[in-house]
């Protein structure tokens, strides 16, 4: 039920503004954030000119994503790379 509200691309950022379903449908753990966010900004940060992807949620920065990180922050391909074996 998530939606991508829109997608902003400046200066090689690449914020994603997500509905609340973003969270309040997420699984949580670290696990389920890895398998949610790291197929997400590996993907993205493929393309030429992205290099970090920043998540909002309807317009909002948060600081706290089910106890398990904050989305207060730029996510970088190279935080994700050693999760691919």
Do not use: C, Q
Request: hydrophobic letters at 40%; proline letters at 1%.
């Amino acid at each position: 039920n998530t939606k991508v509200l829109s997608a902003k691309l400046e200066n090689n950022k690449l914020t994603l503004d997500m509905s609340k379903e973003f969270i309040t449908e997420h699984i949580g753990g670290s696990t389920g954030f890895t398998m949610t966010f790291a197929p997400i900004v590996l993907s993205l940060t493929e393309l030429d000119g992205i290099d970090e992807v920043w998540f909002t949620i309807e317009g909002k920065n948060v600081e706290d994503f089910k106890g398990t990180d904050t989305l207060n922050r730029a996510f970088t391909r190279e935080e994700f790379l050693g999760y691919i074996k």
